[in-house]
Nanobody, 118 residues
Framework: QVQLVESGGDLVQPGGSLRLSCAAS????????MKWYRQAPGKERELVAR????????NYADSVKGRFTISRDNAKNTVYLQMNSLKPEDTAVYYC???????????WGQGTQVTVSS
């Protein structure tokens, strides 16, 4: 079955850390560029971070630069988002996105909730 499954969301205090995981199955993971998006209540979905199919290049939204790190393990078919120094404004549902670099086919995960609150 072709799918992306996110995990690792939780309730965390401001200043804390979380690591999100997105496990891919049913397709050739190494062909896909990967992205993390997030959507807060009442707001549009926004791109947080992205990584190329080889993992050789990454990009971040200005709001998370220096605090979040995206990485991937192609042997484990998994992409990660390490989130440090979390702020209440990071509260959102975080979604994993995969795009085939050859044909543009796109997949989405179901999302994982991150809540930053004291």
């Amino acid at each position: 079955q072709v799918q992306l499954v996110e995990s690792g969301g939780d309730l965390v205090q401001p200043g804390g850390s979380l690591r999100l995981s997105c496990a891919a199955s049913g397709f050739t993971f190494s062909r896909y560029a990967m992205k993390w998006y997030r959507q807060a209540p009442g707001k549009e979905r926004e791109l947080v971070a992205r990584i190329t199919d080889t993992g050789g290049r990454t990009n971040y939204a200005d709001s998370v630069k220096g605090r979040f790190t995206i990485s991937r393990d192609n042997a484990k078919n998994t992409v990660y988002l390490q989130m440090n120094s979390l702020k209440p404004e990071d509260t959102a549902v975080y979604y994993c996105n995969a795009r085939d670099v050859y044909n543009g086919y796109t997949l989405w995960g179901q999302g994982t909730q991150v809540t930053v609150s004291s």
